[in-house]
């Protein structure tokens, strides 16, 4: 999540309090945004209290800017972060050529299919990019074939993960 902000959204720059209210609900945000998106992106379970603490706001505030926030559909959701271990199978990183345009029917044959963790519509020489987990090697190759399979899909090449470096 980037904290990267314009220079209007870094500060209220001597803005009454109706002008600011006013800001945040246009879907303009301030620095105690960016600091409360931080915040939830380290522990999503963070307390209001706490929260609330960090950010030298009562706790309705807090709770009014997290409403705010997820209205204008900066947060989407919060998830669990699973531990990664060995027998977790096998990750692959699939490139995907399509010979049709536009490529969103054909992405949306395979989208839901329970292998692919993430996909990405791409620029360059694919069209997009799968990160898929699979149990075993076996299984990896009959989700290539499966993907190959599909009206409109031109080649699927894949890259398995040797190791993944978390940020």
């Not at 945000?29 to 960090?54: G, H, N, P, V």
């Not at 149990?135 to 499966?146: E, F, I, N, Y």
């Amino acid at each position: 999540m980037s904290v990267a902000m314009s220079k209007t959204a870094a500060g209220t720059g001597g803005m009454n309090e109706n002008q600011t209210a006013s800001r945040r609900n246009a879907g303009v945000r301030d620095a105690l945004d960016e600091k409360l998106i931080a915040l939830l992106s380290q522990d999503a379970r963070m307390t209001l209290t706490a929260l609330a603490q960090k950010l030298a706001l009562s706790r309705t505030a807090v709770q009014a800017r997290m409403a705010r926030l997820e209205r204008d559909q900066v947060i989407l959701g919060y998830r669990a972060v699973l531990a990664t271990g060995e027998d977790e199978g096998l990750r692959a990183v699939l490139s995907l050529v399509f010979d049709q345009r536009p490529c969103e029917p054909v992405v949306a044959r395979f989208r839901h299919w329970p292998q692919i963790t993430h996909y990405y519509s791409v620029t360059g020489a694919v069209d997009g990019v799968a990160i898929v987990r699979t149990a075993t090697p076996q299984d990896l190759s009959k989700l290539v074939d499966r993907l190959s399979a599909i009206e409109g899909v031109e080649s699927v090449r894949s890259a398995v993960v040797l190791k993944a470096e978390e940020s």
